[in-house]
């Protein structure tokens, strides 16, 4: 996030390598995240009773819960009792509720399968879903990320010598709207996504 923030290689920030500039623009982007309502849980080995504790806490609270982000859904653990794929459709079951009960939006991360690397064209779609058959019942909607260059290596340029960086958001379902795909930017150096307008617009 400070990365995506301040406009500073990922890179850096990890090796604490920084010019005085790059310590500037950090400065500057931990005040804005610091002042931002983000909370963090990052409880290794979490179960979903207790995501739904802590968010019904938290939303207790603050009175103003906008968003949870789940990162990624098949790292919370279950409960031993049954298979895995059995476990998963629980958890995203469970996930469901909590989003209706809190009314807030509930965005779940997901591994795919690593089917999708066996096919020529390697756009995901809904089958890829890791683990689970429920999860893309349970969705209101299920958007993939796409980038050539992750799979072509030697793409990773234009014909024009630019970087290769475009990113397909592809929405597989939508429960009450259309389906498409759009494109985005992807600055890697930063993690950060940007609309194609923002990016012409610098």
């Known amino acids: 996030m400070l990365a995506a923030e301040g406009l500073i290689e990922s890179h850096s920030i990890r090796t604490g390598q920084l010019t005085d500039e790059e310590w500037r623009k950090y400065a500057i982007a931990q005040g804005n995240l610091a002042n931002a309502s983000i909370y ?3 409880t290794p080995g979490i179960r979903i009773t207790e995501i739904r504790s ?3 806490k938290l939303a207790q609270e603050t009175g103003n819960l906008g968003l949870i982000l789940i990162d990624y859904l098949q790292l919370i653990t279950g409960t031993g009792r049954e298979n895995r794929q059995q476990e998963v459709s629980e958890i995203s079951r469970q996930l469901k509720i909590l989003a209706k009960e809190l009314k807030v939006p509930v965005i779940a991360l997901s591994q795919l399968s690593r089917g999708v690397e066996q096919r020529q064209d390697k756009r995901p779609v809904l089958s890829d879903i890791r683990e689970s058959g429920s999860i893309e019942q349970d969705a209101d909607i299920v958007a993939f990320l796409y980038r050539d260059d992750y799979y072509d ?3 990773e340029e234009e014909e024009d ?3 290769n960086n475009t990113v397909e958001v592809i929405i597989e379902k939508n429960r009450s ?3 498409g795909t759009v494109e985005l930017i ?3 150096e930063y993690n ?3 609309s194609i307008s923002k990016r012409e617009d610098q």
């Open 161 to 163: 010598g630019m970087p």
């Open 192 to 194: 950060k996504f940007s």
């Open 54 to 56: 802590r968010a019904r």
């Open 40 to 42: 963090i849980d990052d």
């Open 153 to 155: 290596r030697a793409g």
């Open 186 to 188: 992807f600055q890697k």
């Open 177 to 179: 709207g259309a389906r």
